[in-house]
């Protein structure tokens, strides 16, 4: 089992950048698929993105395609979500997520592990 911890969330203003961190302990994190989601007061859950195991491969929702970038250090046992131009709608906590089928998905249900999140405001 593997436990997840997000940093890295604050108040920006729009058009700035904040880098995320997923800390992960209690197993290798090389050998989960790892996705980045959102959720906004009073919305559903929503994938941001994802990224394979070795790294080799991302996949973003339309929505933050160009402006955010996944990343993995499989050394360091952690995951980046870098975040730039951001928008007042990017708004939200923020929570890492684990699997360990070897699918990059962009469901929910897909993920077996959560962090707890960390809050991003951006205002306008």
Known sequence: ?????????????????????????GRTLSSYVM????QAPGKEREFVAAISRSGGNTYYADSVKGRF?????????????????????????YSCAATLRD???RRVAMYD??????????SS
């Open 1 to 25: 089992q593997v436990q997840l911890v997000e940093s890295g969330g604050g108040l920006v203003q729009a058009g700035g950048s904040l880098r995320l961190s997923c800390a992960a302990s």
């Open 35 to 38: 996705g980045w989601f959102r």
């Open 69 to 93: 970038t996944i990343s993995r250090d499989n050394a360091k046992n952690t995951v980046y979500l870098q975040m730039t131009s951001l928008k007042p709608e990017d708004t939200a906590v």
């Open 103 to 105: 699918i990059v998905s």
């Open 113 to 122: 592990y959560w962090g707890q999140g960390t809050q991003v405001t951006v």
